[in-house]
């Protein structure tokens, strides 16, 4: 992701644009999300959902990007159910 950058956002993030528009259009209210352990600083020990976010390349963002894009939707459409 770091030699293409452009091509990683454009993917996963319209990607995602996408699947929530179809979702919404067609009446699909729920989803689980899995992300990438790319989205936590690096660390020695092993990585939990109560470390540190922080991303080191262009497809970790990506995947911090479209976590808060859900989060975001499903606040903004109560029916939506997003689980990350």
Same mark, same amino acid.
Do not use: R
């Given at each position: 992701?770091?030699?293409?950058?452009? #091509?990683?956002?454009? +993917?996963?993030?319209? !990607?995602?644009? +996408?699947?929530?528009?179809?979702?919404?259009?067609? !009446? &699909?209210?729920?989803?689980? #999300?899995?992300s990438s352990a790319t989205?936590?600083? =690096?660390? $020695? $020990? =092993?990585?939990?959902?109560?470390? =540190?976010? !922080? &991303?080191?390349? =262009?497809? !970790?963002?990506?995947? #911090?990007?479209?976590? $808060?894009?859900?989060?975001?939707?499903?606040?903004?459409?109560?029916?939506?159910?997003? $689980?990350?």
């Amino acid at each position: 992701s770091v030699a293409k950058p452009l #091509f990683y956002y454009e +993917n996963n993030i319209n !990607g995602t644009l +996408n699947i929530l528009n179809s979702m919404i259009k067609h !009446g &699909c209210n729920a989803m689980v #999300f899995s992300s990438s352990a790319t989205v936590y600083k =690096p660390c $020695e $020990e =092993p990585i939990d959902e109560l470390k =540190p976010l !922080g &991303c080191t390349n =262009p497809y !970790g963002w990506t995947k #911090f990007m479209i976590e $808060e894009i859900l989060m975001d939707t499903a606040k903004a459409n109560s029916q939506l159910k997003i $689980e990350l």
